[in-house]
C-alpha cells in the first residue's frame, strides 16, 4: 500500500542540524558572546542529528515496508517565464537510505567529537560545522529539483573548506582548504554547465520534468557541432561528480586534506561530501543511460581511480593517508559500477563503505590519541593488547574493506566485479582488470596497516620524532606529543569507542541484510532507470543470485577472494615474518618508489604547469592587458591624445584675424585644386576619370 509522507516532519531533518549548528556556531563562540559552554553546545549538536536520524529511520521504514513516496514543492522562491526555482523534497528509496546513512554516521561522528576534541580551543565552532555540514548533504539528497542539488552541492564544498582548514593557524591545512576549494571549482564548472544545458533545451529544473523529455534531449545535437546534446550534458554532469568525488585527474584534494581532524576525515570521505557525485550520477540514471560515451568514460575513469589510487596507499606511512587512498580506490569502484549501468550495486557499496571506512577512520583516530598523537605507522606495533576495542573493531573494519565473504563489502564489491564481467560497455575489460588487481592490492595495504599498527614488535619507543612537537607536523591536539616517548599506548574513552562498536556491527551483518531487497527487489523500482536491453549487466547478477548465504560460500571458492587472500598474507610475511623484505624491495625498484612517492608527479604538475601558468597568464594579462592596453592605450592614451589635440588647437587658436583669413585662403585653394590632383592621379594610374 503505498502512503505519502508528511513534508512538515521531513523538512525537520535538514533543519534540526541546522538549528544547533546555528545556536553553538553563534551562542557558543567568541562571534555571539561564549553564552553557550561546550556541554551544551555539543548537546544541541547531537540532538539535532539524533532526531535527525530518528525521523530519517523512520522515514526509510515507510518507504521500504509501506511503500511511501514525497514529491512535492516546500516553499517556491521565483518563477521567471515558465521555470519555476523552487525548494522541495523527492524521497524515495534512494534518498530514504541515503538519509539514513548520512545521518547515522554523522550521528556516530558527533559522539566521537566529545573526545577527540576535548582539549581543542575551537571545540564549539567544529561541533557547529559538522553540523552544518550535515544540513548541506541533506539538503543535496533530499532535493528534487537541480537548484537546490546545486545548493546543497555548494554548501557541501563551502563547510569542507572550513572543516579541513580548521586549525587555520596550520600553513599545511590553509593549503589543502584552498587546494580542495579550487579542485571542486574545477569540477563545479562542468557541473553548471551541465544544468544550464538541460534548463536551456529542457526548460526546467525539476527532475521529474527533466526525466520525462530524456527521451527529446537524447534526439538533440550541441549547437554548432555533431556532438549529441545528451552526452554533452552528462559529461558535464559528471565532471562535477569527478570533482565531489575525487576521480582521476580530480582526486589530488583529498589526501591533502586529512589536515583537517580525524573526525571530519570520517564525515567527508564515509558518508557526506565524496559520496555526492556517486549518489547524483545515480539520481541521474535516465538521462547517463541514454549515452554510451558518458558511461564509457565513468568506467574508465573509476578503474584508473581504483587500481592506481591503490597502488599510492601502499606506500603511505600515515595512518590516515593510507585510509584516505583507501577511500579513493573505493571510490573507483563505485564509478565503474556506475559505468556498468549498476547504479543499485554503486549505492550499496556507498552504503556498506560509508559504515567500515567511518570505523576506520574513527579507529585511526583512537590509535592517535592512544599513541599520543602520532599518526606515523612505522613507530607503533603491538598496539592490540593496549587499545583490545580499537583493535578488534578495526580489524572487523579492514575486513570488511577487502570483502571478506559473510563481511558487508564482500556483498557490494563482489557485485561490482560481477556487474563490470557482465557489462558491454567500451573499457568494460580494462575495468574488469583493474578491479581484480585491485582486490590484491586493497587486501595488501589494509594489512599492512593493520599488522603494522597492531601486532609486531613494540616500536613506539624508538620514533625519531618523538622529541619534538609532532602535533605541528600532524593532528593538531594541545598536548605534547613528545609524551609518546614515555608513556605506553591507551584505550580511548567511551564517547570514541562507542561509535567504533555501533559501527562495527553494520559494516558486518549490512550487506547481509540489504543485498536482496537493494539490488533484486523493489527498494530502488522507481529511483534508478537501467535500459537492460543495452546494458544486462543487472540482470544477469538477477539470475545467478541465489540468497546471500549462498553468495558467500560460493564467493570462497572464487578468485577475488583468493586475491585477497594473497594479499593478507603478502601483507603477514613481510611485515610481520620478514620485515627486511619491503627495503630490499624498495631498493630494488627506487625509480617506481619514486613515482609514487611523487603521487604520479600531478602534484607538482597541478603547481608547476597549471598553478605557474596561471599566475604568468594572470601576469601577462595584468601588465600587459589592463596596465598597458586598458591603462596605459586606452584609457591613459586617450587623454594624452585629447591633451595633444587639444594642444594643437591652443597652437592654431591665436585670436589674430589675418591668421584665420589666411587659413580660409589655404582651405579654399585645397578645395579648388583636390578634384584636378585627384583625375591626374587617377590617370596615371591607369583607371578612368
Not at 127 to 147: D, G, P, Q, R
Amino acid at each position: 500500500m503505498s502512503t505519502t509522507l508528511n513534508a512538515s516532519t521531513l523538512l525537520a531533518v535538514p533543519l534540526a542540524p541546522l538549528a544547533g549548528a546555528l545556536l553553538a556556531g553563534v551562542l557558543g563562540t567568541t562571534f555571539g558572546g561564549n553564552w553557550f559552554g561546550r556541554r551544551l553546545s555539543h548537546t544541541l549538536c547531537i540532538l539535532g542529528v539524533f532526531v535527525a536520524f530518528v525521523i530519517s529511520a523512520m522515514t526509510l521504514k515507510s518507504v521500504a515496508i509501506d511503500g511511501a513516496r514525497f514529491n512535492e514543492t516546500i516553499y517556491e522562491w521565483m518563477t521567471i517565464g515558465a521555470l519555476k526555482m523552487e525548494v522541495g523534497f523527492l524521497v524515495d528509496g534512494l534518498t530514504a537510505m541515503m538519509m539514513c546513512v548520512v545521518t547515522f554516521v554523522s550521528l556516530m561522528v558527533h559522539i566521537y567529537t566529545i573526545g577527540y576534541m576535548e582539549e581543542d580551543e575551537g571545540y564549539n565552532r567544529f561541533f557547529s560545522y559538522i553540523s552544518l555540514f550535515t544540513f548541506a548533504m541533506l539538503m543535496l539528497v533530499m532535493s528534487n529539483n537541480f537548484l537546490q542539488l546545486f545548493f546543497g552541492w555548494e554548501a557541501v564544498g563551502l563547510v569542507s573548506y572550513l572543516l579541513i582548514g580548521f586549525w587555520y593557524n596550520k600553513p599545511t591545512a590553509i593549503f589543502a582548504n584552498m587546494k580542495a576549494f579550487l579542485v571542486n571549482r574545477v569540477g563545479d564548472f562542468g557541473f553548471i554547465l551541465g544544468i544550464g544545458l538541460i534548463v536551456a533545451f529542457a526548460g526546467t529544473l525539476s527532475y521529474t520534468e527533466t526525466f520525462t523529455k530524456a527521451g527529446e534531449l537524447a534526439k538533440m545535437t550541441f549547437p554548432g557541432t555533431s556532438w549529441m546534446l545528451i552526452t554533452v550534458i552528462c559529461i558535464g554532469l559528471f565532471v562535477g561528480a569527478m570533482g565531489k568525488s575525487a576521480q582521476f585527474p580530480l582526486h589530488v584534494w583529498l589526501p591533502d586534506s586529512m589536515e583537517g581532524p580525524t573526525p571530519i576525515s570520517a564525515l567527508i570521505h564515509a558518508a557526506t561530501m565524496v559520496t555526492a557525485g556517486i549518489f547524483m550520477v545515480t539520481r541521474m540514471s535516465p538521462l547517463f543511460e541514454l549515452s554510451e560515451t558518458a558511461l564509457s568514460m565513468m568506467i574508465i575513469i573509476g578503474a584508473i581511480t581504483a587500481l592506481f589510487m591503490g597502488f599510492l596507499g601502499i606506500i603511505q606511512n600515515d595512518i590516515k593517508r593510507v585510509v584516505a587512498y583507501s577511500t579513493l580506490s573505493q571510490l573507483g569502484y563505485m564509478t565503474v559500477a556506475l559505468g556498468a549501468s549498476a547504479y543499485s550495486v554503486a549505492v550499496f557499496h556507498l552504503m556498506t563503505h560509508a559504515f567500515f571506512k567511518a570505523l576506520l577512520f574513527l579507529a585511526a583516530g583512537s590509535v592517535i590519541m592512544g599513541m599520543h598523537h602520532n599518526q606515523d605507522i612505522r613507530w607503533m606495533g603491538g598496539v592490540r593488547k593496549y587499545m583490545p576495542i580499537t583493535w578488534i573493531t578495526s580489524l572487523l573494519g579492514s575486513l570488511a574493506l577487502i570483502g571478506t565473504p559473510l563481511f558487508a563489502g564482500f556483498y557490494s564489491k563482489d557485485s561490482i566485479i560481477e556487474a563490470v564481467h557482465f557489462s558491454k560497455v567500451y573499457g568494460s575489460g580494462f575495468a574488469y582488470f583493474a578491479v581484480m588487481a585491485g582486490v590484491f592490492v586493497t587486501a595488501f595495504y589494509s594489512f599492512r596497516m593493520y599488522f603494522l599498527v597492531f601486532h609486531g614488535k613494540e616500536r613506539f619507543d624508538q620514533n625519531p620524532d618523538a622529541h619534538h612537537d609532532a602535533h605541528d607536523a600532524h593532528d593538531d591536539h594541545h598536548g605534547d606529543a613528545h609524551h609518546g616517548a614515555h608513556h605506553e599506548p591507551h584505550e580511548s574513552p567511551w564517547v570514541v569507542t562507542a561509535p567504533l562498536l555501533l559501527l562495527a556491527f553494520p559494516s558486518v551483518v549490512i550487506g547481509f541484510l540489504a543485498i536482496g531487497p537493494m539490488l533484486y527487489g523493489d527498494f530502488f523500482k522507481d529511483a534508478i532507470f537501467i535500459d537492460a536491453v543495452k546494458h544486462p549487466a543487472m540482470a544477469k547478477l538477477a539470475e545467478e543470485f541465489h540468497g546471500p548465504v549462498r553468495m558467500a560460500l560460493h564467493g570462497l571458492m572464487t578468485l577475488p577472494f583468493w586475491l585477497a587472500v594473497a594479499g593478507v598474507v603478502t601483507a603477514w610475511y613481510m611485515y610481520l615474518i620478514n620485515p627486511a623484505l619491503p627495503a630490499a624491495i624498495k631498493a630494488r625498484v627506487m625509480p617506481l618508489y619514486t613515482l609514487l612517492e611523487n603521487k604520479y608527479y600531478l602534484d607538482w604538475f597541478n603547481e608547476n604547469v597549471l598553478a605557474r601558468g596561471a599566475r604568468l597568464l594572470g601576469m601577462g594579462l595584468w601588465k600587459g592587458g589592463d596596465e598597458r592596453i586598458i591603462d596605459g592605450g586606452l584609457v591613459n592614451g586617450s587623454a594624452r591624445g585629447v591633451g595633444w589635440i587639444s594642444g594643437v588647437v591652443r597652437w592654431m587658436q591665436t585670436g589674430y584675424i589675418y591668421h584665420y583669413a589666411f587659413a580660409m585662403i589655404i582651405g579654399v585653394f585645397v578645395l579648388m585644386t583636390w578634384f584636378v590632383w585627384r583625375d591626374t592621379f587617377l590617370r596615371l594610374l591607369g583607371f578612368a576619370a
